[in-house]
């Protein structure tokens, strides 16, 4: 089994956005409802999940940590770059959007979110930058004095034929692109190390999937057999050595 999955179920109520978010998060959200979700974390192959994320569940934070030295999510013959990510479950159907807060440490040089081709790889990434910048891979600004403040990040993608990617910072439209039609598709959030950058270092504050009502369907039964848990935060997990 890999090592350090870790499923968890947001069990707050399915609900159509409403007057629990701010002027213009709600806004935003107006016509999505909320989802469960799932997700594991990928971190360095020779490591414990512990050694490179922490979740702070009283504040629901996420906390990622990686060295440009350590070693990728998967052994030999895996190649790729370090990272400390949550993989969120993949989708296929219905327009989905990842809403979540942000804040990145001093020194981050990182790929902190991504829009998944499940089969083909990433379809857009964003860059946190140590000068406080954060751009899409296509060089796009998205926001810039991003270090040591929480701001809002949302993803949304449509996987239907003609389907779009969006990307918004604090609630703002920043970047539109073409999403691939019909397939699997996820997100990802955490830190992907840049080659010789050192540590990076991002947390996320209460992460949210939405989907666009007539689109929303309950979530695919645990594929691992895994048991759910509920805790303090109306939140479930069981965490695999």
Known sequence: MLAGIFLALNLISVRVAGAAETNSAASLT??????????????PYDLKTSDRYDFDVMNNIHHFWVYSTDKPHAPPPNKT??????????????????????????????????????????????????????TMRGHDLITTNAIGRWWNLKMSNDPKDGGKVKIYADNVLVGTYDSRGPRDYYFKCGVYARKDSGRSEVRYRNI??????????????????????????????????
Do not use: N
């Not at 107006?30 to 971190?43: A, C, L, S, T």
């Not at 804040?103 to 000068?131: E, L, R």
């Open 30 to 43: 107006d016509g999505w409802q909320q989802v469960p979700f799932k997700y594991e974390i990928q971190h």
């Open 81 to 134: 770059e370090a990272r400390t990510e949550m993989r969120l479950e993949t989708f296929s159907t219905g327009e989905h959007m990842f809403d979540g807060d942000v804040y990145i440490s001093p020194g981050t040089f990182a790929c902190i979110a991504q829009v998944f081709d499940a089969k083909h790889g990433p379809m857009q990434m964003v860059f946190a930058h140590p000068d406080g910048r954060v």
């Open 208 to 241: 949210k999937m939405w989907v666009k009502p007539d689109d929303a369907k309950p979530p695919k039964p645990d594929a691992t057999g895994g048991k759910f848990f509920r805790h303090s935060h109306l939140w479930a997990a069981l965490f695999y050595y």
